[in-house]
């Protein structure tokens, strides 16, 4: 998973993470942001894809990725719909990662993470918070 980050200065958010071209999905989640953040708002495009995706959000202090399934359950799972694009905007209440923000997009809808053999290679997730 390619992962960018970028200062916005002078923006209500101060970081945009981007997780773009996201070609296999994996037993362990991605390290988005390695300290505390918060998350007011989540972009999904899941427009190249033909089948309903969840990203999963995990508040972990691990400091690589984390391995998924049943000892350790998402904090948040957002569902992207099959060949749509959803906005998720938490402006009351945004998501508050008190230690390392991890990551994981599934076809899974539940705590556990799927096949490795699965790939979403159309998908893309945008987030936008403060550091």
């Known amino acids: 998973m390619a992962i960018t980050e970028t ?4 923006n ?6 981007v997780f773009s071209a996201i070609t296999v999905q994996g037993s362990t989640s991605q390290v988005i942001n390695s300290d505390s953040c918060s998350i007011f708002q989540i972009f999904c495009d ?4 033909s089948v309903d995706l ?3 959000i995990y508040d972990n202090s691990t400091g ?3 391995t998924i399934g ?3 359950h998402p904090d948040f799972i957002l569902k992207i719909p099959s060949g749509q694009s959803v906005d998720y905007t938490f402006l ?3 998501i508050i990662i008190s230690n390392k923000l991890h ?3 599934s076809k899974d809808p539940g705590s556990s993470n799927g096949s490795a053999s699965d790939t979403w290679s159309a998908v893309s997730v945008t987030l936008f918070g403060t550091d």
């Open 54 to 56: 969840y990203l999963k």
């Open 70 to 72: 049943a000892s350790l």
């Open 64 to 66: 690589s990725g984390v």
């Open 12 to 17: 209500k958010y101060d970081r945009k993470w």
């Open 92 to 94: 009351e209440q945004p």
């Open 7 to 10: 200062p916005l200065p002078g």
């Open 103 to 105: 990551a994981v997009i």
């Open 46 to 49: 899941n427009t190249g894809n």
